[in-house]
């Protein structure tokens, strides 16, 4: 079976605008693959991840068995998200990693489907993987976000000056099999 490793971005300056592309944030967090059976959370260097944030095995574990989720992992300090407060959550001190687990728990945010029930969705459309997402998301514990995406250029161009203040890092563009990052 083929790792499931994320796709990496290459950085533009620009957004782009063919028809049937989408534009998402692009968050300031940790990237990951999260698994479902076994319950695994790795960075996209295949590094496992979990023993850092034990708050999110039970979101790990309200995915259907056979379900992979391409994500990032973030802290939130008072609506932004804190990159510093994430670094500071790889100790390698148990105790302060269940303490840094209470007081800055993670969360994390869900932006592509790799594997669904078992079924490997690689090779499917993004509409159709991220419609997947979208029924699959608000049926997991709640430290899982869906996040946002548009097809619509104007409204991705908004969210890069609107959401830079919460911890957008610029916007992703999706579509012809390329995944570009403007930021």
Partial sequence: EPPFTPMEARV???????????????????????WSSPVRLDS???????????????????????????GEVLVVRDD?????????????????ITMLSQETPARLVAFDLLAHAGVDVRERP???RRGLLETLVPTLNDAWHLTPSTTDLETGK?????????????????GGGSVLDSG
């Fill in 12 to 34: 533009k300056e620009l957004l782009p605008d063919p028809p049937g592309w989408a534009y998402e944030p692009k968050w300031d967090g940790f990237r990951v693959v999260a």
């Fill in 44 to 70: 996209r260097n295949e590094k496992p991840l979990l023993r850092y944030f034990p708050e999110l095995s039970p979101a790990l574990e309200s995915l259907p068995d056979g379900t992979v989720v391409d």
């Fill in 80 to 96: 932004v998200s804190s990159f510093d407060a994430l670094q500071n959550r790889i100790h390698p001190a148990e105790s302060r």
């Fill in 126 to 128: 993004f509409a159709e």
């Fill in 158 to 174: 908004r969210w890069f000056r609107d959401f830079e203040a919460a911890g957008c890092d610029g916007i992703v563009a999706l």
